[in-house]
């Protein structure tokens, strides 16, 4: 192999790269946070809901998981824009798009985990007089969290992989840091030598903490 | 032109860009389904100096993301002396991502299988290739079945970042009749359609697949 590396000319330009991480990060944090919420919302309404309710909410996920994230992307930032009068920046349409791919997701990760929940702790639960809301608040979301969390974490290192698609928006996170080196100083072994680590310690990282998390919340 | 002009324009496109999607797929869930299953074997079976190399790339590839590894493939082929071409380059990649996934599925399914079927298997004098084959595996099949399938539709997912290392696949195909026709949200909805039937056959083709190989109940 007639291959000289150069890792100078990596560190030169290693602020994209570290810039990156952070906003695939950010973009991370952004999406996780609007997709569990909008995933469990639905999740509740399919499980408490009628067919009325369970119809759009089953259609919406089949959907959403049949279709690739990229597809997605391009229609979000190219496709609405050309039909109704908004305008949004790359990063708003992404991790909207983000957002929507993986609370189809979560959806059926809370909802299966709804249903986990025994019966017999929701009966206790009206047997000493707690409300509709109480019950749920109070005896099945926080049972629920505890049989979701490690399918949750899984679907957030996912996630976080997938962030990677915003480089076709020239969103500059990591892949984008990773695209731009590559062009401009064509050290593209390197340059992968570096990326590759930096994702893979990361989603170990975020996987590594959302461990502790479900220890600390198991029943002893 | 009116719209169904335009559409009907553009179906030969279309279409030629969905037979290299179904191809890629293909020939990635292929070569992925043989390598995951001696990867997975490798993982359960294999002694340390070959199962720590195989847990070691399984791990990489599994923690980065599939753009990545086909940018990765892609551009470092070449610079390493491996000229594949672009088609060969992004199906080697997809291949790899799907063969770690289906690595960890068997070893999951092949674990599930109670450890008394091994021994008496060994018991009855069957070799170790006899004993994979008639005893463990068909009883695997059915734990391997349904998340199996579930990453056959994520390959067709992921086939669709070909389009980025300029393979003219049907996501490709949208982008180029877009380029032509100034109509975005149109084409976008029609390829979306045709990935939802794609991947929608598959999974109600698997549902006739698992409830054919659930003979066991438990």
Not at chain 1, 38 to 50: C, E, K, P, Q, Y
Not at chain 1, 148 to 164: E, G, I, R
Request: include cysteine; proline fraction near 5%.
């Amino acid at each position: 192999m007639h291959y000289n590396f150069n890792f100078g000319l990596i560190w030169q330009h290693f602020d994209r790269l570290s810039g990156g991480l952070l906003l695939s990060l950010e973009l991370s944090v952004a999406a996780i946070l609007i997709a569990t919420l909008l995933g469990l919302a639905l999740a509740i309404a399919h499980v408490s809901g009628g067919a009325r309710v369970r119809a759009p909410i089953a259609f919406y996920v089949e959907c959403i998981r049949n279709i690739p994230l990229l597809l997605l992307v391009y229609l979000v930032f190219y496709g609405i824009p050309s039909i109704v009068n908004l305008q949004y920046s790359a990063v708003t349409s992404f991790i909207v798009t983000l957002s929507l791919y993986y609370a189809a997701y979560l959806v059926e990760v809370f909802r299966a985990g709804l249903l986990a929940v025994p019966r017999g702790l929701l009966d206790a639960g009206r047997a000493i007089g707690l409300t509709a809301p109480q019950r749920l608040g109070y005896v099945r979301l926080p049972v629920m969290l505890r049989i979701v969390l490690p399918s949750l974490s899984n679907t957030f290192v996912s996630l976080f992989k997938d962030t990677s698609i915003a480089s076709v928006l020239a969103v500059p996170e990591l892949t984008y840091g990773a695209q731009w080196i590559n062009n401009n100083t064509f050290r593209v072994i390197e340059v992968y030598i570096i990326v590759t680590p930096m994702y893979v310690v990361t989603g170990y990282v975020i996987l590594w903490a959302l461990r502790q998390f479900e220890r600390r919340l198991a029943v002893r | 032109m009116s719209s169904l002009e335009i559409l009907l324009r553009a179906l030969p496109s279309l279409w030629s860009g969905l037979v290299v999607t179904l191809e890629v797929s293909a020939l990635s869930v292929g070569c992925a389904l043989v390598a995951g299953l001696l990867f997975g074997t490798a993982l359960l079976y294999g002694p340390l100096p070959l199962r720590l190399p195989v847990r070691t790339v399984v791990d990489v590839v599994r923690g980065i993301p599939v753009l990545v590894l086909i940018f990765f493939v892609y551009y470092v082929g070449p610079a390493a002396g491996l000229d594949l071409g672009s088609f060969a380059a992004a199906v080697l990649a997809l291949s790899l991502f799907s063969a770690c996934q289906v690595a960890e599925i068997t070893r999951g399914a092949v674990a599930s299988v109670h450890h008394g079927q091994m021994e008496a298997a060994r018991a009855i004098g069957l070799t170790f290739r006899q004993r994979l084959l008639w005893v463990i595996f068909p009883q695997a099949t059915r734990r391997f079945l349904p998340p199996w399938i579930n990453g056959v539709t994520d390959t067709v997912k992921g086939s669709a970042l070909v389009s980025l290392v300029g393979i003219v696949d049907l996501m490709l195909a949208i982008q180029q009749v877009i380029g032509r026709t100034y109509r975005p949200m149109p084409f976008y909805i029609v390829g979306a359609i045709i990935y939802i039937l794609i991947n929608y056959s598959l999974s109600s083709a698997s549902r006739h697949l698992e409830a054919r190989f659930a003979y066991v109940r438990d």
